[in-house]
């Protein structure tokens, strides 16, 4: 059974910095691509970033210059570095992966089979 736990969330201030963590067990998806998603209260689950084989990375516009996803093979871990977190970072962060999706699927959540139970994160002085 595929399974994908995040970690790291917490409390922190604008400018501060986490790192999220993705476990995944039962599958590989280093010939796919994995993704982090965020849902703030009230709104849309929407893209933060992806990283696809070949070592391809993708970011949302709101977060290009202050996260970065990276990927431990060896771990079977994804990570999410976020420095000079916003009060509009603030969510529910989400691991996705999926073993075969499409380009044009990367940055959408429905392009995703498999999904964590999600981090909260919020920015807050």
């Known amino acids: 059974q595929v399974q994908l736990v995040e970690s790291g969330g917490g409390l922190v201030q604008p400018g501060g910095s986490l790192r999220l963590s993705c476990a995944v067990s039962?599958?590989?998806?280093?010939?796919?691509?994995m993704a982090w998603f965020r849902q703030a209260p009230g709104k849309e689950r929407e893209f933060v970033a992806a990283?696809?084989?070949?070592?391809?990375?993708y970011y949302a516009d709101s977060v290009k210059g202050r996260f970065a996803i990276s990927r431990d093979n060896a771990k079977n871990t994804m990570y999410l570095q976020m420095d000079s977190l916003k009060p509009e970072d603030t969510g529910v962060y989400y691991c996705a992966a999926d073993s075969q999706i499409i380009l044009s699927n990367i940055r959408n959540a429905r392009g995703y089979d498999y999904w964590g139970q999600g981090t909260q994160v919020t920015v807050s002085s």
């Open positions: 039962g599958r590989t998806f280093s010939n796919g691509a």
């Open positions: 990283l696809r084989r070949g070592g391809y990375t």
